[in-house]
């Protein structure tokens, strides 16, 4: 399968603690996404990037939340000192260059801070 | 500033009945609307999206929308529904991908 892969699919961490997620995008595609999904919510953008540029991040992204793609393909979004309001499902998606051209999304990592 | 509001959080209908999911949308600007899909354990997989052109736009799995700019709407349907269709809808607006806006979702509960 050539879609978009996300790893850890679950991750459970302790509050205060660091943690790290990846993202390999459809390997064609120059822009990658991050969303985050809190539960009865739809996506809520967190930040993109185009080849190895962060171009936008959201309002939303704290001092905590940091996000790279280092070589232009896959990505990884990590989380300092998490809170339990970071518990959420963190999406990536990716796409061509357009604002028309779809983004297609991974299954999420879903992150439980206790 | 731009939004969505998916006014319906849950709905149900009988299998083969018709289906009708309400998405509103505030956008300054000529927006790009799209509809997803989201299943237990699933990615977020589009079913169809509006740029120009014909208001009505007909996506996969027989599913079809339709743009009414008078109402700023853009309402999901589908004339006879399947048990698969059971999932999490999501109407999403925007003019660059990076302003893309979702809406809380509806979910689709099919009865046999």
């Known amino acids: 399968d050539t879609g978009v892969s996300q790893d850890p699919r679950h991750k459970i961490t302790k509050r205060g603690q660091n943690v790290t997620f990846r993202c390999d995008p459809i390997s064609e595609h120059n822009r990658l996404y991050w969303y985050r999904q809190t539960l009865g919510q739809g996506p809520e953008f967190l930040t993109y990037f185009q080849n190895e540029a962060q171009l936008e991040k959201s309002r939303l992204l704290s001092d905590r939340f940091s996000a790279e793609r280092p070589k232009g393909s896959f990505s990884t979004l990590e989380i300092q000192r998490t809170e339990q309001g970071d518990s959420a499902m963190y999406l990536c998606a990716s796409s061509w260059t357009g604002p028309e051209d779809e983004q297609f999304f991974g299954p999420g990592t879903r992150l439980t801070v206790l | 500033a731009q939004s969505v509001t998916q006014p319906d959080i849950h709905i149900t209908v009988s299998e083969g009945a018709s289906l009708e999911l309400r998405c509103n949308y505030s956008y300054g600007a000529t927006p790009y609307l799209f509809w997803y899909v989201q299943s237990p354990g699933q990615g977020l997989q589009l079913l169809l999206k509006?740029?120009?052109?014909?208001?009505l736009v007909q996506g996969i799995k027989g599913f079809e929308a339709e743009f009414k700019r008078s109402q700023s709407s853009f309402n999901l349907r589908k004339p006879s529904v399947h048990w698969s269709d059971a999932a999490e809808y999501f109407c999403a607006v925007g003019a660059l991908s990076s302003d893309m806006r979702f809406g809380a979702g509806t979910r689709l509960t099919v009865k046999p």
């Open positions: 509006y740029f120009s052109g014909d208001t």
